[in-house]
């Protein structure tokens, strides 16, 4: 990949996509095919670089992250696209469009601005947790509940929603046993509901995670006992990664679900429109539960939101620009120029 390195006369583009995963290629393919100049800055950290697989996506199933980014990579190229390595430190406005600074001292500048930073997992403090994440420790059972069922599952309780989860995770196994760790004590008709699915409930804290040959043997609690448990799934508190946004004034905000606060996000409307005029999200960024696929609809959104933004502002302009050209000529005189040109195209001149 190329370097972007500071210079006087900086490479202005119509959008800079910052973000390199399946929202970011994806508005840049949709922005390439428009004919209009992109460039992605992607700092090459996915999420989901521990995961063997991408699924619930269409045609794509089971296909390894790497190897969905490198054929986006690919394609982005194939229209114009250019994409860069490095990390966003700073965004600001320069004049009607943005100055997007990097990490190494470089900048470019771009009339639009497509962010797709996706977030941070910020994972319960269990010792042994954090090295089985992507593979035996797990948060979404459309991702990975083919992957773990009929196995025996562990759930994580760190807040209110864990009996949901719990009884969600019974689709896909039999075997599930909820920590009650953390989690608020049931209420009778949790215990009801919990006894009705034949779910175990372990009272007490989970003060480690064992494995045997990198995979999960169980779940140590803090009195000394092991359950054994093959899968553990755990509720990540999720983190927008958009710190350079605030020099514009972008911050992030709460998210909820089921009336617990599960991340911070970035606001944006439908179409990824941010409450800065110029600059969109899109995927995780914004939707902390947007899976793979639906982070590719929301780039390809977020793009002809922005095409259609610029060409707007480029049709202003050239009416601006014809005005300016008429503005010596008399309404009979600008009347008859239109009438030649009018009459040239319906003759196909």
């Not at 114009?80 to 990390?87: L, S």
């Amino acid at each position: 990949m190329m370097s972007v390195h500071p210079s006087r006369d900086e490479r202005r583009y119509d959008v800079v996509v910052i973000g390199g995963g399946a929202a970011g290629l994806s508005g840049a393919l949709t922005l390439g095919r428009a004919r209009r100049s992109v460039l992605v800055i992607d700092a090459g950290e996915p999420r989901n670089a521990p995961a063997d697989g991408v699924h619930n996506y269409l045609g794509r199933e089971g296909t390894p992250p790497g190897e969905l980014v490198s054929t986006g990579r690919d394609e982005v190229r194939r229209y114009g696209g250019e994409i860069v390595a490095g990390r966003v430190v700073t965004a600001e406005r320069d004049g009607d469009g943005f100055r997007v600074v990097l990490d190494d001292g470089g900048a470019v500048c771009a009339a639009r601005i497509l962010v797709t930073t996706g977030l941070a997992d910020e994972l319960p403090q269990v010792p042994g947790l954090a090295g089985l994440w992507g593979s035996d420790v797990l948060h979404c059972p459309y991702c990975h509940g083919w992957e773990v069922r009929d196995q025996a599952v562990g759930v994580l309780g760190t807040g209110p929603a864990a009996v949901h989860q719990a009884l969600m995770w019974r689709q896909w196994s039999k075997s599930v046993t909820l920590f009650l760790h953390t989690a608020p004590e049931p209420t009778d008709e949790e215990y009801e509901q919990l006894a009705a699915r034949g779910i175990s409930v372990v009272d007490g804290t989970v003060a480690a995670l064992e494995n045997e040959n990198g995979r999960l043997a169980g779940a140590r609690l803090e009195r000394g006992t092991l359950v054994p448990v093959q899968a553990l799934v755990v509720a990540p508190r999720f983190t927008a990664r958009a710190g350079f946004l605030g020099s514009l004034g972008l911050e992030p905000s709460e998210q909820e679900m089921n009336g617990m606060v599960i991340g911070t996000r970035i606001p944006a409307g439908p179409t990824g429109q941010t409450a800065v005029p110029g600059v969109w999200a899109a995927g995780n960024v914004t939707e902390l539960t947007e899976q793979v696929i639906g982070s590719a609809a929301a780039g390809l959104r977020a793009a002809a939101a922005i095409n259609a933004d610029l060409m707007a502002e480029e049709t202003r302009a050239a009416v601006e620009a014809r005005r300016a050209d008429f503005s010596g000529f008399s309404p009979e005189a600008e009347r008859q120029v239109c009438e030649r040109v009018l009459g040239s195209r319906r003759h196909g001149l």
